[in-house]
T-cell receptor
Framework: NAGVTQTPKFRVLKTGQSMTLLCAQD?????MYWYRQDPGMGLRLIHYSVGEGTTAKGEVPDGYNVSRLKKQNFLLGLESAAPSQTSVYFC??????????????FGPGTRLTVL | GQQLNQSPQSMFIQEGEDVSMNCTSS?????WLWYKQDPGEGPVLLIA?????ELTSNGRLTAQFGITRKDSFLNISASIPSDVGIYFC????????????FGTGTLLAVQP
């Protein structure tokens, strides 16, 4: 099992450019999440999905869009990148077992710099 | 958005020393979690706590779920160089989405 994988690992964009980050999981998890990590801020939830075809906003969704067309993939899009979106982006997935916490498994991250 | 207050922000210690860090929140949680992030990697779950007052160990790590449900503590005994990394607390209110709220992180450096 590869677990959670993210593509690409690094990317540099110019202001105004667009790009898509891909997250893939092979654990058959229902739930998937996108976070951003900034120095001194911890991880903040951007968007999440509770199943194929469904997405919802997290706490910092502005400037991002997501899609979950297949259960194993969760895409994060930046339509017009801004320097404030320079960050490390993490994808995570978890199962859906009611009654207790379901561990979120994280990918290795994508380091994005917007100039 | 809500974030958890985690302290200290960073710690620089000698190998063999014990370490303590804590996390506080303005709201109560049903679950408290502690994650570790190695350099260049994603966070990995260390310990999960499910009940107020619960004390749970994982090797040299011990964590506690505060009685008020608004705080949690992590202790690392006899630190070793591979303990280096960023430690995050996280809280979960419960509900169907399994969402987490993360702390700001504690950077731990261990000098051999």
């Amino acid at each position: 099992n590869a677990g959670v994988t993210q593509t690409p690992k690094f990317r540099v964009l110019k202001t105004g450019q667009s790009m898509t980050l891909l997250c893939a999981q092979d654990m058959n998890h229902e739930y998937m999440y996108w976070y951003r990590q900034d120095p001194g801020m911890g991880l903040r939830l951007i968007h999440y999905s509770v199943g194929e075809g469904t997405t919802a906003k997290g706490e910092v969704p502005d400037g991002y869009n997501v899609s979950r067309l297949k259960k194993q993939n969760f895409l994060l899009g930046l339509e017009s990148a801004a320097p404030s979106q320079t960050s490390v982006y993490f994808c995570a997935s978890s199962s859906r077992e009611f009654g207790s916490y379901n561990e979120q498994f994280f990918g290795p991250g994508t380091r994005l710099t917007v100039l | 958005g809500q974030q958890l207050n985690q302290s200290p922000q960073s710690m620089f210690i000698q190998e063999g020393e014990d370490v303590s860090m804590n996390c506080t929140s303005s709201s109560i949680f049903n679950t408290w979690l502690w994650y570790k992030q190695d350099p260049g990697e994603g966070p990995v779950l260390l310990i999960a706590l499910y009940k107020a007052g619960e004390l749970t160990s994982n090797g040299r790590l011990t964590a506690q779920f505060g009685i008020t449900r608004k705080d949690s503590f992590l202790n690392i005994s006899a630190s070793i160089p591979s303990d280096v990394g960023i430690y995050f607390c996280a809280g979960q209110h419960g509900g169907a989405t399994n969402k987490l709220i993360f702390g700001t992180g504690t950077l731990l450096a261990v000098q051999p």
